[in-house]
Nanobody, 127 residues
C-alpha cells in the first residue's frame, strides 16, 4: 500500500499562495488516482481536488476552482497542490489521499473511496 507524507503548509496572508507537496512511497503511485482533502476545526473533511493516474483529468471543488491547481510528477512519486488567492476560509488541515484500486476510470470525490492518507499539513490564512 502506498504511504503518503504532506509538506508545505504554513501561515500566509489572505491573497497569498502556498504549494503543498505529497511524497508517496511504493510502486503503485503512478497507477493511482490521487486527491487533496481538507478539514477545518469543527467541520467534516471535505474534498478539494483530485487527479487521475493519467495526465489531464482533474476535478475541483467549486470553492477552489480557478484558485487551486492539482498536479503530479510520477517520476518523483509526488502530488502537488498549488494554492493561489488564498482566503481565510481555506484555513484547514490538508490531507492527500490515494484512491482505492489502480488504473481507475473515474476520479472519486468521496473520502470513503480513498484508502491511504498522509498525516496532514496545516494551512492558516490570516485576514
Amino acid at each position: 500500500q502506498v504511504q503518503l507524507r504532506e509538506s508545505g503548509g504554513g501561515l500566509v496572508q489572505a491573497g497569498g499562495s502556498l504549494r503543498l507537496s505529497c511524497a508517496a512511497s511504493g510502486r503503485t503511485f503512478s497507477s493511482k488516482n490521487m486527491g487533496w482533502f481538507r478539514q477545518a476545526p469543527g467541520k467534516e473533511r471535505e474534498f478539494v481536488a483530485a487527479i487521475s493516474w493519467r495526465p489531464g483529468s482533474t476535478v475541483y471543488a467549486d470553492s477552489v476552482k480557478g484558485r487551486f491547481t492539482i498536479s503530479r510528477d510520477n517520476t518523483k512519486n509526488t502530488l502537488y497542490l498549488q494554492m493561489n488567492s488564498l482566503k481565510p476560509e481555506d484555513t484547514a488541515v490538508y490531507y492527500c489521499g490515494a484512491q482505492q484500486g489502480i488504473l481507475a476510470s473515474y476520479v472519486a470525490q468521496r473520502d470513503g473511496l480513498y484508502d491511504a492518507w498522509g498525516q496532514g499539513t496545516q494551512v492558516t490564512v490570516s485576514s
